[in-house]
């Protein structure tokens, strides 16, 4: 089997590896090189340093708009092209190239959260569940038929950062499952989604790391766990802007100004929000790094 790999980020390294296992991937599209760092300097894309670890071909279109470009693609005469977090929108023209078309590893449990941020926005919204759908792409966003599909629980506690490195590992077992169906000549039966529960997950923007102290602790400690590591959630408490790596919420009655500091102590610093109150537990001051609150209230002794 020939198979074309499209990815950039990290999460989707593990899905390349596992369709390389046997040598068949014989090309890997990437993300242009961006620049990156203090010294802005043209950085590689995680994927396209494991396809040059690999011997893999690397190719960079910035889209697909052009003949050219899909020609290359055709010339490679792939049976199948693997998606996995590319950052592009593949038109029509494009997903019928593959003998067996486009498959997607999508870090959620369709028609949930589709789009960009499936992760953090399931987070953020309170949800127990995420998963991922290995889906037929088709021209609408995260809209095709779900092929293969694993649920996982999300912790209590578990941040942006921590789901995304168990999906990403879980994209990798269903992507495995289906190569190896699609080896043995038994093509996965595709599932329509349904047309309810419908959610979109759209793109982070930083602007929403400032946190709103009118809106509930259970709100705010979603956004807080989402939002790590990136883009990171920030507040000014006692006159201080911190950002905030770790906080819970305390179902706890107070009748005070949204956003006042109730309490400093070595269990946190607690916050009251309009409902409920959010108790800081791992902060960072400008310019240093993630400490706990009793290791900052040393820094602050007027809060003690």
């Excluded at 790999?5 to 068949?24: H, I, N, Y």
């Excluded at 090309?27 to 670890?53: F, H, I």
């Excluded at 449990?109 to 088709?138: F, K, T």
């Excluded at 047309?195 to 790391?209: I, N, P, Q, R, S």
Aim: glycine share 10%; with cysteine.
């Amino acid at each position: 089997m020939r198979i074309v790999f499209a990815g950039t980020p990290d999460f989707a390294v593990p899905c390349l590896r596992a369709a390389s296992q046997r040598g068949e991937v014989v090309a890997v599209y990437t993300q242009p090189d961006r620049p990156a760092g203090r010294g802005r300097e043209l950085t590689p894309s995680p994927v396209k340093r494991e396809a040059l670890l690999r011997g893999i071909e690397v190719f960079q279109p910035e889209n697909f708009k052009s003949v050219v470009s899909k020609d290359a693609l055709r010339a490679l005469k792939p049976d199948l092209m693997v998606v996995v977090a590319y950052g592009l929108i593949l038109p029509q023209s494009v997903l019928d190239i593959p003998t067996y078309g486009c498959w997607n590893v999508h870090a959620s449990l369709l028609p949930r959260w589709r789009g960009a941020a499936p992760i953090q926005r399931a987070i953020e919204a309170g949800d127990s569940e995420s998963g991922v759908c290995l889906m037929q792409m088709e021209k609408g966003l995260d809209t095709g038929p779900v092929l293969l599909s694993q649920s996982l629980q999300i912790g209590d506690q578990e941040t942006g950062g921590q789901l995304h490195d168990r999906l990403s590992a879980l994209g990798a077992q269903v992507l495995s499952d289906g190569l190896g169906l699609l080896r043995a000549d038994i093509r996965p039966v595709p599932q329509p989604q349904p047309d309810e529960g419908v959610t979109y997950a759209h793109k982070l923007d930083k602007a929403e790391a400032r946190l709103d102290w009118s809106q509930s602790a259970t709100v705010l400690a979603n956004k807080v766990r989402a939002f790590n590591p990136w883009p990171m959630a920030e507040a000014v408490v006692a006159g201080e802007r911190l950002r905030l790596h770790g906080a819970v919420a305390l179902d706890e009655a107070h009748g005070t100004e949204p956003g006042s500091l109730l309490r400093a102590g070595r269990d946190g610093l607690d916050v009251a929000c309009a409902e409920g109150v959010l108790r800081i537990r791992v902060l960072q001051r400008d310019g240093g790094k993630a400490i706990t609150a009793a290791d900052y209230l040393n820094g602050r002794p007027d809060l003690r």
